[in-house]
């Protein structure tokens, strides 16, 4: 077992962002967590990355138990959100070179040239992260999350705001590198076609509660609906109706 | 440090944050100011202060060596608050968190960034000093030695509480980074005895590390030796505070994950 969250339990101001959720990831699985804003996706992923302490429940990644081997369980993990930049008065190659060498990765110029290449973002090399574009910081944090080959990648919203065309090179190369290196991915999205393509389980969260886990067709039929869309939508509904 | 926290300590992680804050310094030209202007600016004021009302070489001495050791503590302070800063400003600390780095190497690379600026700093008012007054730096003889390891002590000691209250309030904590030195200024004595304080200030004077240490320093300078006493009493004071400010940003930390601070700066 690669991931192994059991029974996470979080609340913040009386408010229970996360209520008993279990997740368990294997090598080469590809895992989505879905669900309606406020369903408790982030916290979640924050309390598998270790970013926040649960109230409740344990993780270990790779056997690391968290928060106690934290350090230990971040080398075989990569991360990368769409919201988040890169340090910003680096230059691309300086903060994938910073990055690689936080993991300690052997030869970081060579890994650093490798991801480069493997994302297309060869013209990006000598560009400040601060004057990077919404899609090409998404390009360059994915190389982060993948240059030190973790076993493990987890990616909050990995397309969000990216055009069709740079958002389908993401999903395409996350799937050839869940291919070539046998490395698992647990990735939230809005998006669920990405959903359906990119992975072969999913977990539905509802008010910080697993409604749901399963492959997306199954877990879209068992809720009665033709497709995750559907589900989804519907899910949105009901969260809505009952926040009025 | 416990033997499997020695055994996985990493000096190249702490090279490649030391790295990172050195091109972060090299390309912001607010921390060229801070490093290289304001000390020549600040060595040429006070000690210009000090021949313009001179009373003999000593008032110009305590004026220059006082700024001196006031830039020593305050560049130290400054790379830790503000190299914390940093990465707030460009919303990197989940980046950081979810890579195998340790609190304690990011520390000792923001210490090491420090003790650089110090060096640099103090290099630069010494060349002011001697260059363009002809004032010995050492002139306050051995106690600059544990004066000033007394003072990088205390300033790391604020570095460190600045660092635990970004940790809770964010960039809006920006504001102690540079404004707890600059309280402790004209209380710790940097320019003159407590003495010439307004009474109710001289107790809470007394109670600083810093005063001790800047009144042992004045002592040199009038030839006095070595006031091992008051050296004695601000390292007492700084070790303290070292230890408080080590528990501050530990609980600091602690809160941080508990209450799920993290998301305040992504």
Redesign the interface.
Known sequence: MLLEANGLR?S?DDVQAVDDVTLHVHTRERVAIVGPNGAGK??TL?MI?????PDAGSVHIAGHPL?AQR??A??S?G?A?G????????KVT?AL???A????VDDPAAAVDTVIKELDIDHLRTK???HLSSGQRTLVGIA?ATLHRPRLI?LDEPTASLDPDIAFRVRDRLAQINEEHHTALLLTSHDMREVETLTDRVVFLRAGRVIADGPPSEVAAAGGHASLEELFLAEAARHRAEQL | MSATVAA?F?W??V???V??QA??QY??PGMWFLLLVLPVVDAVLFTSIGVAYNNGLGAVRVLFTGILLFHLVWQLTLAGSLGFL??V????V?????????EIEYAVALLVVGLARTVIAVGLIGIVGGGLYAIDPGSAGWVLAPAAAVLLLFGWAVALLVVGLTLQYGDSAEVFSWGTLVLLMPLSGVFYPVDALPGGLQAIARGIPLTRAFDAVRIGIQGGGVAEGDLLIATAGSVVAMGLAFWFVLRQLRRF????W??RF?
């Open positions: 979080k913040f982030t916290t924050l990355l270790g970013a926040i302490d928060p350090h230990q971040m080398r993990v991360f959100a919201y988040l930049p890169l340090p910003d008065r680096l300086e070179r910073f990055f060498d936080l993991s300690e400040l992260c601060m982060k987890i | 996985s990493s190249r992680r090279w490649a944050i790295r990172r091109l972060v390309r912001n940093e990465e400003w460009s919303r990197n989940l980046n950081l968190i979810t890579t195998p780095v340790r994950r508990q209450q799920g993290v998301t992504t």
